[in-house]
């Protein structure tokens, strides 16, 4: 009698052969790819769809494997027979190792999130850190002026600084900055060009969540984090590369067609520029921010003032002014922001309140409040914001004008610090 065939690489092969006719199938029927591609390239949460799906698919998978694999135990319990060899389980486990490595090549080769050094896709997601990292270790000495802050500083222009104020400037902005770390970033720029800048035109975003987003950072800001942070960054470097939400991003990132967008360009001195919108989409987009806005807000969290502190220290370890400021908002968006009956009042008076305080205890720590677009006069046309919470260089002008006093001031101070 003719032996049965090994099982053990049933699983395995099972599927080897699934993704070959995926393969087959894509290849033979474009009629498939294409409007797979036009949906991807076209809908605007394609990501959150396509990492649902894989969730609900491994997670039926898993339940299949377990259900499976514990019914097989009991009949052959029930049946008195000899445990089964291990030879399905190692072939199970190989099936899950052929996954979990083309889910972590997947990953690296896309690299969606800018995480690894790998760069065949343009990444799906604004990277600013590294582009504002490179600029400023290209720069031959230290800026007299560093602006630190998210997206709603881009458009704060070195060279209105210098026009205006005398000071040589780079803008080391990025996308979506967390006050966790912007001590890292004060390292950064110390220690890169010591010994550093005069002052620091840094944003204090009073509802900015503080938490840490190590995705975000590239490598080369590893030596300028905390010890914990460090343990944060790399293990999420580790854990992301089996990360399903990351995989549906990369699947995303290979199918999608390569379409223009309106993203943000970078000047040398890091300045950041957005095509000027239109009256209409200026309005339109206001609009929907304002039916967006979350019913609550944020005050200032132990975690933040820890960070600010740290700031605060950096700066009188370097001999550094610091201006902290808070850019305005659209002025129609801060009028729905502040209305009656919304507690974001409540908590910018707390972050005011705390700021101020700082500027108080500290002679080398200023504090600008220009939340409300009337303080620098800004156009609430479509030639002063991009949108609902971003400047155009005009109103950014504008802003620094409104600040040129104090940030003389500031200047003067550290000038006098360091030539004592």
Same mark, same amino acid.
């Given at each position: ?9 049933? #699983? ?29 390239? %076209? ?13 609900? *698919? ?14 097989? !135990? ?10 089964? @060899? ?7 486990? *190989? ?26 896709? #343009? ?6 850190? /590294? ?10 000495? &230290?800026? $007299? ?45 110390? =220690?890169?060009?010591?010994?550093? #800048? ?10 900015? &969540? ?18 914990? !942070? ?22 995303? %990132? ?13 000047? /040398? $001195? ?8 239109? /009256? ?7 609009? =929907? ?19 600010? =502190?740290?700031?605060? $220290?950096? &700066? ?11 850019? /305005? ?20 008076? %707390?972050?005011?309140?705390?700021? !101020? ?11 600008? $409040?220009?939340?409300?677009? &009337? @303080?620098?006069?800004?156009?609430? @046309? ?10 155009? =260089?005009?109103? *950014? ?21 360091? @030539?004592?």
């Amino acid at each position: 009698m003719t032996p049965p065939p090994p099982r053990k690489w049933l #699983p395995l092969a099972a599927l080897l052969a699934a993704g070959l006719a995926l393969l087959a199938a894509l290849r033979l029927a474009p009629a498939v790819l294409e409007p797979l591609r036009e949906w991807l390239s %076209q809908s605007q949460q394609p990501v959150g769809t396509l990492s649902n799906g894989l969730r609900m *698919a491994s997670t039926g998978l898993f339940l299949l494997i377990a259900g499976g694999g514990w019914l097989w !135990q009991k009949r052959h319990a029930q049946q008195s027979e000899p445990t089964p @060899t291990p030879g399905l389980a190692k072939g199970w486990g *190989a099936g899950f190792l052929a996954a979990a490595a083309v889910v972590a090549c997947t990953i690296i080769v896309a690299n969606p999130r800018g995480m690894y050094p790998t760069n065949f896709y #343009p990444p799906r997601w604004l990277l600013a850190r /590294p582009v504002k990292m490179d600029a400023y270790q290209a720069l031959p000495v &230290a800026p $007299d002026l560093v602006i630190l802050g998210s997206s709603r500083t881009f458009t704060i222009a070195p060279v209105d600084v210098q026009a205006r104020l005398g000071y040589t400037a780079f803008n080391a902005s990025v996308e979506g900055m967390r006050m966790a770390e912007m001590p890292a970033f004060v390292r950064f720029v110390t =220690q890169e060009h010591p010994p550093g #800048p005069m002052v620091l035109l840094i944003e204090a975003a009073p509802y900015a &969540a503080d938490d840490l987003v190590s995705e975000r950072l590239p490598n080369r800001l590893l030596p300028y984090l905390s010890p914990d !942070q460090a343990f944060s960054f790399i293990y999420n470097r580790y854990t992301s590369l089996l990360n399903l939400d990351h995989f549906s991003e990369s699947v995303y %990132q290979m199918l999608r067609e390569p379409k223009e967008s309106l993203d943000w360009s970078f000047q /040398p $001195d890091g300045m950041g520029i957005l095509p000027l919108s239109s /009256p209409a989409g200026l309005e339109e987009g206001v609009s =929907q921010a304002i039916a967006n806005i979350p019913a609550h807000c944020q005050p200032p969290s132990r975690a933040a003032m820890r960070y600010y =502190q740290q700031v605060v $220290d950096l &700066a009188a370890r370097y001999q550094m002014a610091v201006v902290f400021i808070i850019p /305005p908002y659209h002025p129609r968006y801060y009028a729905a922001q502040m209305a009656p009956g919304s507690d974001f009042d409540a908590c910018k008076a %707390q972050a005011v309140a705390f700021l !101020q305080a700082m500027a108080e205890e500290y002679s080398h720590i200023f504090f600008l $409040d220009y939340t409300d677009p &009337a @303080t620098i006069g800004s156009l609430d @046309t479509a030639e002063g914001y991009y949108d609902y919470q971003h400047m155009t =260089q005009e109103n *950014a002008a504008r802003l620094l004008e409104a600040a040129a006093a104090t940030l003389q001031q500031a200047y003067q101070i550290a000038e006098e610090w360091r @030539t004592r």
